[in-house]
């Protein structure tokens, strides 16, 4: 079975760009949660998606929004980025919103200059 | 909302030996405490979790137990290999939402 993935792996944008960013959960999984990490902040929670519906958040300002297609893929999207979005964008999936086992992909590294 | 507390920030051991990191959390509701293994530029990766119900558990050469009264988890690896040096992360959370401790980077010397 696939694992999760990611597009794309590596981005670079422009302060004040915007940018979206795409996961596909493992096949039959049905959450999908977000992540941004970055080295002195750690691993933060974004949010979390399942059936199409935003399930919980983390605590990132409005210029951070997700969305979630009936395939199970979900896309975030980044609004007038500053430079301290610069960070690696994880998701991962489980197969139901009960489902406490995530699998990670292997993120998108964006660079904002 | 949940706090996680790891410790410490860097181990190193030599080879052989054993480690050990620890994890403290607030949030009495949380039941789910997995920890994850990051290899540089590589994705986490799950390589134990426990739920509240249970008090340790062990994979070969790893074992985690949780004290749910004091809030605190740990992670016990024995016979380190160098192959073991990483980032190790705790988290703890409920269904769909984890909150991560801020890692450990674990370096086994030969």
């Known amino acids: 079975k696939a694992g999760v993935t990611q597009t794309p792996r590596y981005l670079i944008k422009t302060r004040g760009q915007q940018v979206t960013l795409s996961c596909s959960p493992i096949?039959?999984?049905?959450?999908v949660s977000w992540y941004q990490q970055t080295p002195g902040q750690g691993l933060q929670f974004l949010f979390e998606?399942?059936?199409?519906?935003?399930?919980n958040k983390g605590n990132f300002p409005g210029r951070f929004s997700g969305r979630q297609f009936s395939n199970s893929r979900s896309e975030m999207n980044v609004s007038t980025l500053e430079l301290g979005d610069s960070a690696l964008y994880l998701c991962a999936s489980s197969l139901e919103w009960w489902d406490t086992e995530q699998y990670f992909g292997p993120g998108t590294r964006l660079t904002v200059t | 909302g949940e706090n996680v507390e790891q410790h410490p920030s860097t181990l190193s051991v030599q080879e052989g030996d054993s480690a050990v990191i620890k994890c403290t959390y607030s949030d009495s509701a949380s039941n789910y405490f997995p920890w994850y293994k990051q290899e540089l530029g590589k994705r986490p990766q799950l390589i134990i979790d426990?739920?509240?119900?249970?008090g340790e558990k062990k994979d070969q050469r790893i074992a985690v137990t949780l004290n749910k009264t004091a809030k605190h988890f740990s992670l016990h690896i024995t016979e380190t290999q160098p192959e073991d040096s990483a980032v190790y992360f705790c988290?703890?959370?409920?269904?769909?939402?984890?909150?991560f401790g801020d890692g450990t980077t674990l370096t086994v010397k030969p």
């Open positions: 998606y399942f059936s199409e519906t935003q399930r």
């Open positions: 988290a703890a959370g409920d269904a769909g939402k984890s909150t």
């Open positions: 426990i739920r509240s119900n249970v």
């Open positions: 096949s039959g999984h049905r959450s």
